[in-house]
C-alpha cells in the first residue's frame, strides 16, 4: 500500500524567514516537496550549524525524505560538502557534525510530528530514520575524504615545516617566527573545540603571558600547537572554568628552547591524559620530577610497591595523603593538619599506622619514601597495581 503523505501539502510556514541557501538548489527542491513546505523549512531552520546554508539544507534533506519517502540527500551534495570542509578545517570531529544533524532531523520529527495523525507520525519517523541513516553515512564518508585531502593541504605542510624544526631540520627561516628570543611553548587540547576555538583560547593565554609574537600549528583534531616569543622568561594562566586543557613547556631562548619546551610541554600533555587530570593548566615545572621518575611506567610502578608496601592498597589511601603532606612540609605536624584540614592528633596517628605498615620510621630512606608518595599522588592507577 503506498503510503499517504499527502497531509504535508496541508503544512504552512508561520513566518516569513530569508532564504540561505542558494536559488537554484531551492527552486529544485520546491519542484519536489512544494513551495509551502520549503518556505516552512527555512523558517524552521535551527542553529546548530555556524553556517545558515548548511542549516538549512539539512532541513531540506529532511524534508525531502518525509514528503517523497525516498532518500534523496544527494540534491544538497554542495552544502554536505561545505560542512565537512568548514569541520575539517576548524579541527572538528566527525561526530559532533552527525550529532548536529540528528538534532535538527528531531525538530523537523517534533515539529511536523504534532501536525500528523498517529498513523502519519509513524510514517513521517520511519521516512525521517531512513534519510538521516544515509545523510549520517554520507557525511562521514565526506569527512574522510577531506580529511585526506586536508593532510596534504597548507596547513598540513606548516605542520610538517614545524616538525622539521623541532627534529633539528631545516627551515627555521620560513616559519615567519623569531626564533632567537625566549620561547613558551604550549599544547592546547579540549574534546568537542573547535580549531578556531583552540585558537583563540592560544592567543588570549599568550598575550596574557605578555609574549609579542606567536607561532600556531594544528597538530590534529582538537589540539593546538603554541609557542610564544619574548626577550625574557614567560609565566602562563588559563582563566578558570574555560574547559581546554594546555600543557605548558618550560620558557627557554633560541632555537633549542624552542624544541627544548615543545617537548616538555609534550611530556605535561601525555601526563595529563594518562592521570585522566580535569581541564586546566597542566605545567611541566610542576611536573617534571613525575616526568623523570615516570619515563618507564612498568619500573616506576615497581618502585612504588616496593617503597610503600601495604600503603598502596586502595584503604590506605588516607594513609599516603597524611604521610605526603607530613614529609612535604618537613614533618611538621601543624602545617601538615591545616594543609589536609584534619587535627595534629589525627595526622600523628596516622603516621604512626604508616610507619607500622612499612615497619620503619618516615625518616628512614625518607627520600625514596617521598618520591614514591609523589608518584602514587600524581599517578594513581597508573602505578598503584
Known amino acids: 500500500m503506498t503510503a499517504d503523505r499527502s497531509w504535508l501539502d496541508e503544512v504552512r510556514p508561520h513566518t516569513a524567514t530569508e532564504p540561505a541557501g542558494r536559488p537554484e538548489l531551492l527552486e529544485e527542491v520546491a519542484g519536489v516537496i512544494g513551495d509551502d513546505l520549503v518556505r516552512w523549512g527555512v523558517a524552521l531552520r535551527a542553529d546548530e550549524f555556524d553556517d545558515a546554508r548548511v542549516a538549512e539544507a539539512v532541513v531540506l534533506s529532511a524534508l525531502l525524505a518525509v514528503r517523497t519517502g525516498e532518500v534523496v ?17 576548524r579541527g572538528m570531529a566527525v561526530e559532533t557534525i552527525v550529532q548536529a544533524v540528528q538534532r535538527t532531523y528531531a525538530v523537523v520529527a517534533r515539529e511536523l510530528a504534532s501536525l500528523a495523525t498517529a498513523p502519519q507520525a509513524r510514517q513521517l519517523m520511519a521516512d525521517l530514520f531512513r534519510g538521516l541513516d544515509h545523510l549520517s553515512t554520507t557525511l562521514i564518508a565526506q569527512f574522510t575524504a577531506e580529511r585526506e585531502r586536508w593532510v596534504r593541504s597548507a596547513a598540513f605542510a606548516r605542520r ?3 616538525e622539521s624544526v623541532l627534529d633539528g631540520g631545516h627551515g627555521a627561516d620560513r616559519l615567519g617566527y623569531d626564533l632567537t628570543r625566549h620561547h613558551l611553548a604550549l599544547v592546547f587540547w579540549a574534546d568537542g573545540h573547535s580549531t578556531r576555538e583552540l585558537e583563540t583560547a592560544a592567543a588570549d593565554v599568550l598575550v596574557a603571558a605578555g609574549c609579542t609574537a606567536r607561532l600556531l600549528v594544528v597538530a590534529g583534531p582538537s589540539v593546538l600547537w603554541a609557542w610564544g616569543s619574548r626577550t625574557r622568561p614567560a609565566r602562563v594562566e588559563l582563566p578558570q572554568g574555560s574547559g581546554v586543557h594546555v600543557a605548558a613547556g618550560l620558557a627557554a631562548e633560541g632555537v633549542d628552547g624552542f624544541r627544548s619546551s615543545h617537548r616538555q610541554a609534550v611530556k605535561a600533555r601525555e601526563l595529563a591524559r594518562l592521570t585522566q587530570r580535569p581541564p586546566g593548566l597542566h605545567a611541566y615545572e610542576d611536573l617534571a620530577l613525575t616526568s623523570l621518575a615516570a619515563e618507564n611506567l612498568d619500573a616506576a610502578a615497581e618502585f612504588v610497591r616496593h617503597e610503600l608496601g601495604p600503603l598502596t592498597e586502595a584503604a590506605n589511601a588516607d594513609l599516603r595523603r597524611t604521610l605526603k603532606a607530613y614529609l612535604d612540609h618537613d614533618r611538621g605536624l601543624s602545617a601538615a593538619a591545616a594543609d589536609l584540614h584534619v587535627a ?19 625518616g628512614a630512606e625518607r627520600l625514596r619514601l617521598h618520591v614514591a608518595l609523589h608518584l602514587a599522588d600524581v599517578l594513581g592507577p597508573a602505578v598503584l597495581r
Request: glycine share 0%.
Open 73 to 89: 540527500s544527494e540534491r544538497l551534495t554542495v552544502e554536505a560538502d561545505l560542512a565537512t570542509r568548514t569541520a575539517v578545517a
Open 160 to 162: 610538517e615545516l614545524v
Open 344 to 362: 595534629k592528633n589525627t595526622v600523628l596517628y596516622r603516621v604512626r599506622r604508616a610507619e607500622q605498615l612499612l615497619a620503619r620510621p618516615v
